[in-house]
């Protein structure tokens, strides 16, 4: 019925903002990660550069807003504010998806942000799924025009489609849809989980089917089964939610097993990043980009100077993470040695 997916992103919203839904228990992983400290860096804070290029767009530092919200009027606020501040810090940023928009018009206005926004690498998104459901490349192409993105994320599912009472459960044979979209499409198609982590064996298929690259998106962050355990509408559905509120791969662990898999492939690493120093972590085990979401949502629902703050803090503490790890730009960050695992770790002590 009229407004239904709206009602949807409303309540994604509101139970982002005003419930505890992280894993009780799983995390990224990061924190078994630390960067060898350099007492003597031998170079001058100043000097760190952190600027990155994805996709012919040169980023003053490595940071991805991650996709969150659209389709709702509360969406359209959010979105401009976090466009807005990616903008002026030459940071990217993710839509929500936008099967709303394409089912919907009258929300289309909650995803343009390049009104306030005509810089930044911009990701229009849509759930993979719906290509099992009726949508073509041309209406991804729709979504891509709609907001004049520079590259599009299909974003993958699975679990909480199947603990939802109207989800999508027709998965089967979405690789070879997935494959369509990236060689038809004019723009680069990118996939990513939305907090349960990538696999290797899910990230050879993408690699098949020409994905130009992949988000790991992993556990350890907002574990959207529990965001569907607070949408539940039954005793049934709240258990199946909660059952698997520790289900996925942590984000680290997701990262170095696709990026061993994929050694040359383009990845992007988010969930449960929550620092600058999480994204210079993920950048050392080999992402290009480290996105967040929910820290940015909650600056946006404050305004635009707290999305600014936000990212300035982040920044910040690349910047010094860099620094202090004697990391003088991005490249040199990924460098062996820098950054040691729990059992060097506890060798070193």
Not at 67 to 92: D, F, P, Y
Not at 219 to 227: L, N, P, Q, R
Not at 233 to 257: C, E, H, M, N, Y
Request: with cysteine; proline share 4%; glycine share 8%.
């Amino acid at each position: 019925m009229p407004g239904t997916h709206a009602q949807r992103k409303y309540d994604h919203i509101r139970i982002n903002l005003e419930k505890d839904v992280s894993f009780p228990h799983l995390t990224t992983g990061l924190e078994r990660y630390h960067f060898l400290h350099q007492a003597l860096p031998e170079l001058d804070l100043d000097e760190v550069d952190m600027s990155v290029e994805v996709f012919d767009k040169r980023l003053q530092a490595p940071i991805l807003i991650s996709s969150m919200t659209g389709g709702a009027k509360e969406a359209q606020r959010i979105n401009l504010n976090l466009a807005e501040a990616a903008e002026a810090h030459g940071v990217a940023m993710g839509l929500g998806s936008q099967r709303a928009a394409l089912e919907e018009p009258e929300q289309i206005p909650t995803f343009q942000v390049r009104r306030v926004a005509p810089n930044i690498l911009l990701f229009a998104n849509l759930g993979a799924v719906q290509l099992n459901q009726g949508y073509t490349v041309d209406d991804c192409l729709r979504a891509v025009e709609m907001v004049e993105a520079d590259a599009l994320f299909l974003h993958l599912n699975p679990l909480q489609e199947a603990v939802q009472a109207d989800g999508d459960r027709h998965w089967r044979g979405l690789a070879a849809k997935i494959e369509a979209v990236c060689r038809r499409l004019p723009v680069p198609v990118v996939v990513k989980e939305v907090g349960w982590g990538v696999s290797p064996q899910t990230a050879r298929l993408l690699a098949d089917a020409g994905v130009a690259a992949i988000d790991v998106a992993g556990a350890g962050g907002t574990s959207w089964t529990e965001v569907e355990y607070h949408r539940a509408g039954s005793k049934r559905l709240r258990r199946l939610a909660r059952a698997f509120a520790d289900w996925g791969i942590p984000t680290a662990v997701s990262l170095r097993l696709v990026r061993e898999t994929l050694p040359h492939m383009t990845l992007f690493a988010s969930g449960g990043l929550r620092s600058g120093i999480d994204i210079a972590k993920c950048i050392a085990l080999g992402a290009e980009l480290g996105g967040m979401a929910g820290p940015f949502l909650h600056a946006a629902d404050r305004g635009v100077d707290a999305v600014m703050e936000e990212i300035a803090a982040v920044k910040d503490e690349i910047r010094v993470a860099m620094f202090a790890a004697g990391a003088a730009d991005i490249q040199a960050l990924r460098e062996p040695g820098r950054l040691v695992g729990t059992r060097e770790w506890e060798w070193f002590k």
